[in-house]
């Protein structure tokens, strides 16, 4: 029974960790392509409380879950390759999280960038996620 709560509270969390993560690189590219201060202003509230209140708790209970489930199935999961994909995506998705904190923080000091990059970086999750779905239904090795 454990083990289904996991997966259940699991699912949950990586769907609203990746909610935010789709939404906070679209908010970066209106913030690059602001033109009025109050507008920035606003952006980078709601750019501080996805990150802080949606995105950072959803990534600690999608991982805390997630390595819950591994280690219950440890004996299953080990030895099967997909995991090990699914791991290197996840932690591929750490990775551009904590450089949305990154990015967040330097458009909160000013920094300018062009909203192309925003854009680009906001297609990457939808791969990622498509292809641990993919892992995780059919476990194709």
Known sequence: MLYLWLKVF??????????GTFYIWRLFVYHTEAKSQEVKDTLMIM???????????????TLACGFGLFSIQWHAYSKRYWIWLKLLLVALILGQHFLANYYRRQLEKGEQYPSKK???????????????????????F
């Open 10 to 19: 699991h699912i949950f969390a990586f769907v609203a960790w990746f909610a």
């Open 47 to 61: 750019e501080r409380k996805l990150y802080k209140i949606i995105m950072r708790p959803a990534m600690v209970v």
């Open 118 to 140: 925003f854009r680009m970086l906001n297609e990457f999750p939808t791969l990622v996620l498509l292809f641990i779905i993919i892992l995780v239904v059919l476990k194709p």
